[in-house]
């Protein structure tokens, strides 16, 4: 299948990028990696009037450290951020995370900003950045602004970009002292969208869970943090065999929908399988 015609621009700076947003309002596109719009618009459902390709404009794919946060660019390529030692060390539950979005191609190619402005419920970095309480830059025309991941996803493919806006950059608070990450994930097949995944951030001291962030991918129509079983992981150890009242409180937290690949009762239930697994993996 072909697209619908379109119009191609290629700007070599964010304020060209953003002025032709505007005058392309909501007809405009912003391609960076273009692994879900390009096979959107070959399937033509999408059809927009224009693309932008934002792959020249400089200064959007760096990795760099800043105070107590780490900055992704919006165009910094998956593969980047799996390889890259600045997210090893400052962010390993993005670096853990990065191997299971979809394949090497794929990941060669798709970007962070892309994955964060698509809003795909089911995908991994959206409940990452929620368990690490993260922060997205956007530029619009009333220039730039930060939302925390909290607010940010509205719901599938719905954020809270504003008309003209391009995401930037991500910022995350450096991973402390104490605290330990583990992403994990069940799927069909490697490289399918996860059925179910868990992107887990935790303060634990002596072996006691001080501080829980427990963000589920493929539950809802938003990554969701599970906070009564984060609540009721305070002040327990991580062992498997201490897990039983977080698991009863997580059946609590997630009322996930039901489709061809899976029931809402089997993803309640490896829910519950990737919380013990992931927990006993700290």
């Keep these: ?26 007809d405009g596109r912003i391609l ?7 096979p959107a618009l070959n399937m033509r459902l999408a059809t927009p009037t224009a693309l932008i390709d934002i792959n020249r404009v400089h200064g959007l794919d760096g990795i760099t450290v800043e105070g107590d946060a780490l900055v992704m660019g919006a165009l910094a390529r998956h593969d980047a951020l799996e ?3 600045l997210v090893a060390r400052h962010a390993p539950l993005i ?3 990065m191997p299971h979005v979809g394949h090497r191609a794929i990941r060669a190619r798709g970007t962070l ?8 419920p089911a995908a991994e970095l959206p409940a990452c950045l929620l368990a690490l309480d993260a922060v997205i830059r956007v530029t619009g025309p009333e220039g730039a602004r930060e939302v925390f991941a909290a607010r940010f996803f509205r719901g599938i493919y719905a954020t809270d970009l504003r ?3 391009i995401v930037t950059a991500v910022a995350v608070p450096v991973t402390g002292a104490g605290w330990h990450s583990r992403f994990d994930e069940l799927a069909r097949r490697h490289g399918d969208y996860a059925l179910v995944g868990l992107a887990a951030h935790c303060r634990v001291d002596d072996g006691i869970v001080r ?3 427990l963000a589920f991918c493929g539950v809802g129509s938003v ?3 599970a906070a009564r079983a984060e609540a009721a992981l305070i002040g327990r150890s991580v062992e498997p065999e201490r897990l039983d009242e977080p698991a009863r409180a997580l059946a609590s937290d997630l009322d996930p929908p039901g489709d061809v690949h899976a029931s809402s009762a089997l993803r309640r239930h490896l829910a519950g399988v990737l919380l013990t697994r992931s927990l006993g993996a700290l």
């Design 95 to 97: 670096a853990q995370a």
């Design 163 to 165: 008309e003209g806006e």
């Design 32 to 38: 960076a990696g273009g692994q879900s719009l390009v």
């Design 113 to 120: 900003g892309g994955s964060v402005a698509l809003a795909d």
């Design 211 to 213: 501080e829980a962030r």
């Design 83 to 85: 390889h890259s030692a």
């Design 223 to 225: 990554p969701m943090r």
């Design 1 to 26: 299948m072909k697209p619908a015609p379109f119009a191609y621009h290629r700007p070599t700076s964010l304020d060209e990028a953003i002025a032709l947003l505007a005058r392309y309002g909501s």
